[in-house]
């Protein structure tokens, strides 16, 4: 399989402050004032996801949760919706990490567009259930940009981490 | 012999184990919040830990409005001020005799000796974003308990009403626009005094009147106004002209769809209105203490 046969790189350890920079920016991102603007991309989610995939001893379930609560309360949603779906999301990028790394970015992307749209399709079954109507399918389109900005996201958040080659000439990775 | 893993292998608690627990949480927060409104305390305190990061969201959009307002010309602005000068010129006459006519009114009450209606404090409040949230329709403004807000009180802008307060921080407040699908809005149509009550969740932003005979007397372009009877908004405010009727004869009641007269995307800035404050009755306490001695009276004369 040439799948294997790719070079794989050997990447720094993530930086701890780097996590949070890039989380806190998706954040912001969220919380910018996008008045029902259809298909805006749930970027927090992506990034969260992200890491989940690539530092899952780091970024896990807990984290999700926390992030959820405070996009509830900025987005003035119900209590514990984004908590939920973004638990789920960080458990299902959890439980494909070791196996996702093999794909090429394209496919890591149609992953990920499975596990957002799962985790948006429970936000609107608890909604329901909670008494609110059908916003309509615009609803998913968020989900599918957020894929297609997957392979970017990828590339930018793993750059510091690919630092080493370019400071010694000498070291062979 | 047992083995014990190294600690750096140890992970804790498995990964299923963690997300049925998170999990429940968030079940349970959103049962408190939906059905009994009971995590009221955890949003304030998880709000003020968000404040910041809600200001820094919003501060290129200040920034921009910021720059906006310096560069625009001074001939805009004298073109603005001499339209907002003719507008109050118009104006004027119509509010001396609302003055004169208030004035008239309170009297007249008094001599009824109806409840007194006396004018609170509103307060000038500018929509600060609206949530990102489909499912509900919602706008965070930036004045909050600090500045004396409560949750219920109407909020309007110039040409109507826009909803009502149903959430108050320390430093913003959440309005409910009339078009969210909890909210309802008791009118009263304006050619002829109909009583009906608004409902939002119709599509596209509309409102739907619901129960009203398919026979009513209601005609497409009717204004609609607040009719007052709930205390909580003051009578008479526009809300609503009639857009779309549709009677049909299989149902009891005519589907009337409703264009809400004020604008959320068009202006920033509203008016909070203040809860009616209202005098206790006095009268009626005290009158069944009051019969008996009438009654004694009465036989005394007779």
Not at chain 2, 89 to 110: D, T, V
């Amino acid at each position: 399989m040439d799948l294997q046969q790719q070079p794989q790189r050997i990447l720094l350890p993530a930086k701890g402050s780097f996590i949070v920079l890039t989380i806190a920016l998706a954040l912001l991102f969220n919380l910018l004032p996008w008045r029902n603007t259809v298909g805006v991309p749930d970027l927090t989610a992506a990034v969260l996801a992200f890491w989940c995939i690539h530092q899952p001893r780091k970024v896990g379930i807990g984290v999700a949760w926390t992030l959820g609560l405070l996009l509830d309360v900025g987005n003035n949603a119900l209590i514990g919706q984004h908590a939920l779906g973004y638990s789920v999301l960080a458990f299902l990028a959890l439980a494909v990490h070791r196996r996702i790394h093999w794909f090429p970015l394209w496919q890591q992307a149609l992953h990920l567009l499975l596990l957002l749209l799962a985790t948006q399709a429970l936000t609107l079954v608890i909604r329901m259930v909670a008494g609110a109507s059908f916003p309509g399918w615009t609803y998913f389109a968020g989900s599918f940009i957020c894929a297609a900005l997957w392979p970017a996201l990828s590339f930018m958040l793993l750059l510091p981490q690919r630092q080493a080659e370019m400071k010694d000439e000498n070291r062979p990775i | 012999m047992e083995y014990q893993p190294p600690p750096f292998f140890n992970r804790g608690p498995a990964p299923l184990v963690r997300l049925a627990f998170f999990v429940s949480v968030a079940i349970l927060l959103m049962v408190l919040d939906a059905r009994f409104r009971y995590a009221e305390s955890v949003r304030q305190v998880v709000a003020l830990a968000a404040y910041p990061l809600q200001r820094i969201a919003m501060a290129p959009f200040d920034l921009f409005h910021g720059v906006a307002n310096y560069f625009s010309s001074t001939a805009a602005l004298q073109e603005e001020n001499a339209a907002l000068k003719a507008k109050q010129l118009r104006a004027a006459p119509e509010m001396l005799r609302l003055a004169a006519l208030q004035e008239e009114n309170n009297q007249l009450r008094r001599l009824l000796e109806a409840q007194e209606r006396l004018p609170g404090k509103s307060v000038f409040a500018e929509i600060l974003y609206a949530g990102r949230d489909p499912f509900s329709r919602k706008v965070v403004i930036d004045k909050g308990s600090q500045n004396g807000l409560q949750a219920g009180q109407p909020v309007i802008d110039d040409v109507g009403v826009i909803g009502q307060v149903t959430r108050v921080y320390l430093l913003m407040s959440e309005v409910t626009l009339l078009s969210d699908k909890d909210q309802a809005i008791p009118l009263q149509v304006l050619r002829n005094g109909l009583r009906a009550v608004a409902y939002g969740g119709a599509e596209g932003g509309m409102l739907d009147l619901r129960f009203m005979a398919a026979n009513a007397d209601i005609r497409n372009g009717d204004t609609l106004v607040t009719s007052g009877i709930d205390g909580t908004y003051p009578p008479g405010l526009p809300v609503a002209t009639v857009a779309r009727i549709e009677r049909d004869a299989a149902y009891a009641f005519a589907r009337i769809y409703l264009t809400p007269t004020a604008g959320t995307d068009r202006y920033r800035q509203v008016l909070v209105l203040a809860n009616e404050a209202r005098s206790p009755p006095p009268a009626e306490a005290e009158q069944p203490l009051k019969k008996p001695s009438r009654i004694k009276r009465s036989r005394k004369r007779e």
